[in-house]
């Protein structure tokens, strides 16, 4: 309702200069003193049968932000005023970067998707760290901490990356998401492959060791791997013991867009990637029948695509695009229609459909 005056409004501005201006929004309503409360009467919505565990961490709802909204790790907390049962912060990279020069960030309204080709702008590992620790809220929504590499560490040198990274920032968080499959780190998604992969995923799982309570470490995947190359890193993965696989990231393909700047360059999301999300996430689901589970990302937009997604096999969902379009009620509007779609459906709780398109399929 709000959302829809201020819209417009926001349409108006640059793309990036609108998410700013949220972001700006978003920061004062945590340091005013009585707006937390207020946005918090108006859009926190729960319900027991929308609670989801993975690897020991509960969630209050399958409902999440998806890496890239908060590279700072500075929305944590107003994210969970609006209903978000986690956030994903970052990609965080070790040392601070600009990204690419602007624009760098497009709406294509007609397909409702945006394309991005930011480039991990950032402050860097220390910078969030601070931010992760200075965070003063007993309880809240579970925070994952999405991991990559500078643009300018060669590839060869990217685990060292990674592992300063993991190193800073596990402690402070309740799982770590291994970002192998943005599109706009050039030589990034060559880390699919399995010696770099499997590599890669020894190197995070012994320093995963090392800590007092290791972390739960979640896999990026890219929606643009052929199947055999998926199945290379799902092998590799389940090897590797990650504890979810994380589908997916935004797409280098195009299909069928409408709107005049389809032709940037960078990574699609939003609608036009949902059914390709969608598929990826059922490949997994076939191979590991939800163990490691599938954290769905894509094109989810309200409760239809995150219930798509979850009988895909996703056991969390995560959004990005989608609030950009439907405004700050996303996730309570999506909680509310997927309780009504579980017991329209005779399920007593989400975890009952996670995957049960693809059992059926499947026999
Ligand atoms: C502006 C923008 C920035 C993003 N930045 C990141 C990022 O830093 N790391 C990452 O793993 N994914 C990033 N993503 C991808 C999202 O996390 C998500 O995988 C993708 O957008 C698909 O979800 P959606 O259709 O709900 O947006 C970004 C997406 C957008 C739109």
């Given at each position: 309702m709000i959302y829809a005056l201020l819209r417009p409004l926001l349409f108006r501005?640059?793309?990036?200069?609108?998410?700013?201006?949220?972001?700006?929004?978003?920061?004062?309503?945590?340091r005013a003193p009585l707006l937390p409360r207020l946005v918090h009467a108006l859009y926190a919505w729960d319900d027991p049968i929308l609670a989801v565990q993975w690897a020991g961490l509960r969630f209050a709802s399958p409902v999440g932000v998806a890496a890239g909204f908060d590279k700072r790790a500075e929305l944590v907390d107003a994210l969970a005023l609006l209903g978000f049962g986690h956030v994903e912060v970052g990609t965080v990279t070790p040392r601070p970067q600009p990204g690419n020069p602007r624009p760098r960030l497009f709406r294509l309204p007609?397909?409702?998707?945006?394309?991005?080709?930011?480039?991990?702008?950032?402050?860097?590992?220390?910078?969030?760290?601070?931010?992760?620790?200075?965070?003063?809220?007993?309880a809240g929504p579970v925070v994952g901490v999405n991991i990559g590499k500078n643009r300018n560490t060669p590839l060869e040198r990217a685990v060292e990356d990674y592992v300063a990274a993991f190193v800073a920032l596990a402690p402070l968080a309740d799982y770590i998401a291994v970002n192998i499959s943005s599109p706009n780190t050039p030589g990034l998604?060559?880390?699919?492959?399995?010696?770099?992969?499997?590599?890669?995923?020894?190197?995070?799982?012994?320093?995963?060791?090392?800590?007092?309570?290791?972390?739960?470490?979640?896999?990026?995947?890219?929606?643009?791997?052929?199947?055999a190359q998926l199945e290379t890193v799902v092998r590799a993965g389940c090897e590797a013991g990650v504890a979810a696989f994380i589908a997916t990231n935004t797409t280098l393909a195009r299909p069928g867009l409408r709107s005049p700047l389809a032709g940037e360059v960078g990574g699609l999301s939003g609608r036009p990637l949902a059914e390709r999300s969608r598929a990826v996430i059922a490949a997994i689901f076939a191979m590991t029948h939800g163990k490691p589970p599938v954290i769905g990302v894509g094109g989810v937009a309200g409760p239809d695509d995150a219930y798509a997604h979850i009988r895909a096999g996703a056991r969390l969902v995560q959004l990005y695009t989608g609030m950009v379009y439907a405004g700050p009620a996303i996730a309570r509007d999506t909680k509310r229609g997927l309780a009504r779609l579980l017991r329209r459906d005779g399920l007593t709780s989400l975890e009952d459909a996670v995957g049960i398109d693809v059992c059926t399929a499947g026999g």
């Open positions: 501005l640059e793309a990036e200069r609108a998410h700013e201006l949220v972001t700006a929004l978003f920061r004062a309503t945590g007609q397909d409702a998707a945006l394309i991005n080709r930011l480039g991990f702008n950032g402050p860097g590992m220390v910078a969030v760290a601070r931010a992760l620790r200075a965070r003063r809220v007993a998604r060559l880390l699919h492959e399995r010696a770099a992969l499997e590599e890669l995923l020894r190197e995070l799982s012994a320093c995963n060791r090392a800590l007092p309570h290791p972390r739960p470490i979640a896999l990026k995947v890219s929606p643009d791997e052929t199947p």
